[in-house]
């Protein structure tokens, strides 16, 4: 979570530009990420939440899986 910065950022997942969003809310206790393929059909939407005795992943519409291999896998595009 904490490689994709807050606003918008571009990365590259499976050989595709994907445009993405996160923000933050809550004083950081929670934030919203959603990444859509640019040019194209796929996206990933989350929600994570940091309670006082836990961690909570809750992906929008997809399977688990997908948004952790996304997590783990897309290589942010720098802007610099």
């Not at 606003?7 to 996160?22: C, R």
Request: proline share 2%.
């Amino acid at each position: 979570m904490d490689k994709i910065e807050e606003g918008y950022s571009e990365g590259i997942y499976n050989d595709k530009k994907y445009g993405i969003t996160k923000t933050i809310f809550n004083k950081g206790n929670s934030l919203k990420v959603y990444a859509e393929e640019l040019g194209g059909n796929d996206f990933i939407s989350l929600n994570y939440y940091v309670t006082k005795t836990n961690e909570l992943l809750k992906p929008c519409e997809i399977p688990e899986q997908k948004v952790i291999h996304f997590l783990k896998n897309v290589v942010l595009i720098s802007n610099e």
